[in-house]
């Protein structure tokens, strides 16, 4: 607050010249029609003002203005030189540029079919500050009445006569659709062989009607094309197959059977660009090549050989990292490191190898220690061998190992595919706990029988599938998007086949065991929506619905315990820390064990997030997060923790912060400060709206997290 009071009291017209006015606003306004996207039409203004927080707070021109303007001293110098390099210089209103970007906005007016559309402007002057406003009077616009394709080539003629036909009667002109249209024949044309057409070789003729806000559009070869000689015109309408498919690499690393393989240009077919763009896609994602070059010979009259130059890139790579921890009182220290070999059979397989061990010491004077290994292996065909052991040894609770195996597959995404489907066809994990402390024991573990199960041993075998969805664009990054994730996984219903026919020991809760272990089954779904609006390049509105089941049947009364939901932390309720929401009203005493006891069966999660990109490596936020964790049954050891359809709405947790953004181009460091609005597990106090008069306190009511990455 010190600061924003500080930087917004700065004279913003500090560093403008005397004779000169700042900027301060400068908008599009299109008077008489509302269908014109005046945010596309402010990319053609050739002068804007500075860049705003929250469309009001010029904080950039603030921190430029923090500059001393004395700089006779050498501490005031770097001053000046940090201020204005993190800062932004002040936009000095230029009436030449304006009259410019009138001009160019006139001009993208016609292009959009507005042939007699003006613009003016309004100045306003005031404390040496400059508001502009660019009023654009569209008019009627002009459609498309006859559409006339004026083309001798059978083939060409033919694909711009088909449905796919962009250019359409009735339609508003636009030169952006002609161009797509030009873009569309030649790609079609390409992917029929015809090497050389481009779409240069043809244009499009415009042809106004007096007094009819019509046009009349022919499209017709380019004049260039009618002045090529036979030999060239011969080349333009020859089909082209390609010969030979020849790869060269500077230093032989990958065998020609796992290079053919990718290649989706093969010899004796017709050429096709669509094969050519993917073949750079394949070739490209093989973990060990830096880059690709496809080139074409012509050889004869119709054939082409295809020359693929491939470059190695690193091919070994380890990485270690220390850390330090400190969590409720107890310190810690934690090691990794990690190896991997992307070309360990020559055939582009990536092996890793990774560990890791950490050692806590605890404020009781316990210790706690854990150490993980595992290893994997991904195939080109997209097939992936995972393998993992985890050991923990908490002296004051227990001692268990975890070990795992996955036998997965995922299927490669075509060009304009915007699913992505992965299947893991066997999932093992093996929990065995040797060793368990009597307080445990007495305190959570023989409180309830359904919970025990969450610490006995079990094996667990299950399938899975998952998939997604994106309408994400990269060539057009500044246009709303749409996310949708989704996971199934079930387990158990193997081995309880083979139970009900084969004879298998059972312990004391009537569940069958595999060797001396009872396995767990149960279905398990989740669903993931997320709406990433773009209102303009900088201010960004997303939104977030996630949703999670899972039940637990025949051979096993509740989930394991690392299959359960839990709710809190820096991407779910951020006014909440992770694993201390929930489930339903069910509140915590301060027990240490509390933690393994805030898990559920159901999850719901709702996100609004405001994102401003303030600079290029910083972006501010605020959010709106709500949402909770249900069980399926009613456990003696959770209460208010079922899940009632009539009661749910009611305990669904609210909270609210601000958040701030640092890209450093490799990753994403996220700092997020939430507050709790709505507290369920207070419901029974009548304190459940955390506001000054119920006792909002920073200790229990607010929360910081530290987090790599997006929320959603």
Known sequence: MILCIVLSSCNTTKFVPQDKYLLNKAHVKCVDDKKVNTSELRNYLRQRQNTEIFGFWKLQLDIYNTAPSDTTTKSKRQLARNAKKMGEAPVVYDPELTAISMQQLRQQMNNMGYFHASVDTVVKVKKRKVDLTYLVTARQPYTIRHYEVDISEPAVAAI?????????????????????????????????????????????????????????????AAPFVEHLDSAELAKLRRRYYIREVNFSMDKPFLR?????????????????????????????????????????TPVGDSLLDCNITVSRGRLNSISAEVEGTYSAGDWGVAAGVKYSNKNIFKGAEVLTLGARASYEWRANGGRAIEAKAEAGLLFPSNVKVNIAYNYQQRPEEYTRTIATATLGYTIPRRPG??????????????????????????????RSSALLASYEDHFILDWSYTGSFSTFNPRFPNRSYLQLAMRVETAGNLLYGLSQFIPMQKDNNGSAMLWKIP???????????????????????????????????????VLPFEKRYFSGGSNSIRGWQARTLGPGTFRGNGNTLVYDLQVGDIKLDMNLEYRYKVLKFMELAAFLDAGNIWTIRDYDTQPGGVFLFDQFYKQIAWSYGVGVRFDLSILIF????????????????????????????WKDDMTFHFAIGHPF
């Open 417 to 446: 595919n915007r699913w992505t489907h992965s299947f893991n066809f066997v999932d093992i994990n093996y929990i065995y706990v040797p060793w368990m402390s009597d307080a445990f024991k007495q305190n959570f573990i023989n």
């Open 519 to 557: 396995f767990a089954q149960y279905a398990k779904g989740d669903v993931n929506f997320t709406y990433h609006g773009v209102i303009t390049p900088k201010h960004h509105l997303v939104g977030h619905i996630g949703l999670g089941v899972a039940v637990p049947y025949a051979n096993a009364t």
């Open 670 to 697: 996220r700092v997020d400060f939430g507050v709790k609005l709505h507290d369920p597990s207070r419901i029974a106090e009548g304190k459940q709206w955390r506001t000054a008069p119920n006792g909002l306190g």
């Open 256 to 296: 020609k059977r796992a290079l053919r393989q990718a290649c989706r240009l093969k010899e004796g077919e017709r050429y096709a660009e669509w094969r050519v763009e993917r073949t750079y896609a394949r070739m490209n994602a093989l973990p060990p090549v830096k880059y690709v070059d496809i080139a074409f």
């Open 160 to 220: 711009a006569k088909s449905d796919r036909c962009l250019v359409a009667e009735g339609a508003q002109f636009s030169t952006a659709t002609l161009d797509e249209e030009r873009t569309r024949i030649a790609t079609a044309l390409r992917n029929m062989g015809y090497f050389y057409f481009e779409k240069s070789m043809l244009e499009f003729t415009a042809d106004s009607a007096l007094n009819s806000h019509e046009v009349d559009i022919r499209i017709h």
